[in-house]
């Protein structure tokens, strides 16, 4: 560490010396200043500076162009034009305000602002479109910087192309000398992809009302989270005088794990969240604002003046870059009585100093009394001399962010010992060298101790909070490859759970087979009340529980694939150990069963079979006898049957239509790595006429392998390393995509159990898709139709989910994060529509989509703004997960030579 001490004091003896050495990131921030010092003394007009940083990184500041508000609690707001076409990643922001002037300041992504004049009053809106806010300032707050490899994802085809900056002036006095305003804020953005995108999460209260005189009011907020899952970085608190603290905690399982907790009177800036905590489906996100409303002689209601109150917790979090979601909120309180367990830190306001105060306010009722031109001039003369606060934060963030021995060494569990440490030699840097010169009053050393805290604080964001390092993201994009998915291999594509679907909430036995009819109706075979298990069989393959009977109830279910009803069920009485499901193209039903080692043909409406393979209860390894046969397809356009056959053979069989042997092809796995045309379980089979080849998942070899249906020949294999030891089943659409879904990883492995879309003529993965409600246990046969919806039926969690691609989909973060239309009554009250679940409230007219948080709240009696509107629920918070202690036992067959596979 005093290698690091070293390099600090010589950072500083550069600033203090101006010394030419350190050149490159000297040479870019001393741009940064002094683009900076100009913009203090002079406002920008309609051109503001775009600073090149390098090859990829660029700064664009964004300024007011030289505004005088005429009143208190005035909000305006000004656009800029993202400066280039492609995609770009905002990784840091460095305010321009101070409290003397601006009471906050909001920064707005969008595709189209509401004017096209260089400044407007924000009552017209910020954004025509949706907007996503980016950025908040309040209350001097110190620069925000992103952890390495996370940016706010700007341009290209998703991101917005126009920055808004919206600023509300509170109190104007200090505009007296009608002097003209360039608030704003710097971005740092880059062209380099980012692997994760971060997002912001706004909870915030519209209808708390604070009683004259009342000592303690609490705000309470709290939303089910339904999306994938988020990782939260940084948090910030704001309201306005009346707040004593604000929290926010993850509520999981009944237990609040406290995401972050500050006073409002404090620099409302973006504190790191003290330990990563993660967000996953159906968690609660909570908190609350306590209030004093002593020396109140009214009500005081949530508004967008200095006079009214606000009550938000922000929260900016990071998800993988398929998943991402830019913006969300939560309005509402969903579950008032989880309140009465809120850990009691919660209630306990933080004492604030009155120097800290002064400091935090900008000693405001100093300088009342002060010549300001001359605080002014004194404030440009030390400006020449010496690198400001900020500046020196920034330089001093990025140099430690960049040690790996610094960042890394600790990971993100950083004892104390390392805390204190850091902050001791920070602490010598900043004392030892002077940071702010002399320090000659009690309140510079208070302003010199607040920079180092800052300083602190906000290592620790950039230090502790990285992305995790034990997860891969590939920054590379595939290879286009000889397919008709060009779009998807260039990650357009995604596959996400659709989960309004209520089919996931079926009794279901273990779901062992899937299909799709030829209206796309889902087809589901299930195992009802039987399960297999170890003792399901003996040494010879023999079923040895045949006094159970079939099974009673229907094992063959037709579904509605939008609403999950019923359309149509058989199968009773008629199978053991359900496994494999297809349908051919007239509609008949082919079917397994590794009980009775047979094959079955089944009208669609017939309670007999059309066609049985195979002896009853018989296993074997010749022409009329399978054993544990896995899987059925019939070829569309010669109508030959091809099974494989299966757990304890290894082969593939061809019939005739109707039922004469052909020809097999395989063999068992030989010791070493699996050869071509060697199989270890042949699990699943799905028929590429596109190619006329037939593609098995050969499961304990975890790949898949292609065959020509004429001959048998072996074509190729796919496999990942992804894939991990063990892949299930496959399924193709016509046109160019494979779907398949994995097994749970060995002890010794990392590879998730996930599906897999993958381009077909190449064999790359296109997406990996995961569910949000339950998780995957063994997921056992997968399905797609044309449209790319995909299925798929788990044995062990009992359970069909299904999934969509984005570009099918309303995408959920229009639906449940933006601010959604509904119309103003006459008396400006609204009704709440539960039946979407969904906030409702997008502005409409002009400027529909910006979120103007003075322009937000609902229309009520007393408040000191009109015409807000209300927000309604966030998000279907009526979806339950249904219970997941299913005891169901791991199929097993016999033990093949070790490691031995599961059997399903």
Known sequence: MAGLVNNLLMLCLVFQN???????????????????????????????????????????????????????????????????????????????????????????????????????????????????????????????????????????????????????????????????????????????????????????????????????????????????????????????????????????????????????????????????????????????????????????????????????????????????????????????????????????????????LKMTHGHHEEMKDTDKSSLLQQAEKEEEEILDQGDFYSLLSKLLGEREDVVHVHKHNPTEKADSDLVAEIANVVQKKDLAREITNHDERHSTMLVRDRIHKFHRLESTLRPPENRHFSLQQPKHGEGSWEKEHTGDFHIEEAVEWPGLDLKLGQVSGLALDAENNLVIFHRGDHVWDENSFDSRFVYQQRGLGPIEQNTILVLNPSNAKLLHALGKSLFYLPHGLSIDKTGNYWVTDVALHQVFKLGADDKEPLLILGVALQPGSDKNHFCQPTDVAVDPTTSSIYVSDGYCNSRIIQFSPNGLYMMQWGEETSSGRARPGQFHIPHSLALIPDFSQLCVADRENGRIQCFRLETGEFIREIKHKSFGRELFAVSYVPGGLLFAVNGKPYPEQAEPVQGFVMNFSTGEIIDTFIPLRKSFEMPHDVVASEDKTVFVGDVHARAVWKFASTEKMEHRSVKKAGIEVQEIKADGEHKLDSSSGRILGRLRGKGGGGLNLGNFFASHKGYSRKGFDRLSTEGSDQEKDEDDGTDSEEECSPPPPPPAPSSS
């Not at 909570?286 to 949530?302: K, L, M, Y």
Request: neutral net charge.
């Open 18 to 356: 101006i010394c030419l050495g350190f050149r490159s990131p000297l040479s870019v921030f001393k741009r940064y200043k002094d683009t900076t010092r100009s913009l203090s003394t002079e406002c920008l007009g309609s051109d503001r500076p775009v600073i090149s940083l390098g090859l990829s990184d660029f700064a664009l500041d964004i300024r007011m162009p030289g505004v005088t508000p005429k009143q208190s609690d005035t909000y305006l707001c000004m656009s800029v034009p993202l400066p280039v076409d492609d995609e770009a990643y905002v990784v840091d922001f460095k305010p321009h305000a101070s409290m003397d002037t601006v009471h906050h300041m909001l920064l707005f992504g969008c595709n189209e602002p509401s004017s096209t004049e260089s400044y407007w009053d924000c009552d017209e809106g910020t954004c025509k479109d949706k907007s996503n806010i980016l950025y908040a300032w309040a209350r001097n707050a110190p620069p925000t910087r992103l952890p390495k490899g996370v940016g706010f994802r700007v341009g290209g085809e998703i991101g917005g192309r126009f920055f808004v900056l919206q600023v509300h002036y509170g109190d104007i006095s200090a505009f007296r000398d009608k002097h003209k305003d360039c608030s704003g804020v710097t971005l740092h953005l880059t062209h380099q992809k980012q692997p994760l995108i971060a997002g912001m999460y706004l909870m915030m209260s519209v209808n708390t009302v604070i009683p004259p005189g009342e000592k303690v009011v609490d705000a309470d907020i709290a939303c089910h989270y339904k999306r994938f899952p988020m990782h939260l970085f940084a948090y910030r608190v704001h309201t306005h005088r009346l707040g004593k603290v604000v929290s926010g905690y993850r509520v999981r399982n009944g237990q609040w794990t406290l995401i972050g907790r500050q006073s409002p009177q404090l620099p409302q800036a973006f504190y790191p969240v003290e330990h990563p905590v993660d967000v996953s489906y159906d968690d609660i996100l909570a908190a609350r604002c306590v209030f004093s409303g002593e020396g109140r002689t009214t009500e005081t209601h949530i508004g967008g003046t200095a006079n009214d109150e606000m009550c938000n917790f922000y929260i900016m979090y990071y998800m993988e870059a398929k998943h991402a979601v830019s913006y969300m909120t939560c309005t509402q309180n969903a579950n008032p009585e989880m309140f009465r367990n809120i850990p009691q830190e919660a209630n306990i306001p933080i004492p604030v100093k009155s120097d800290m």
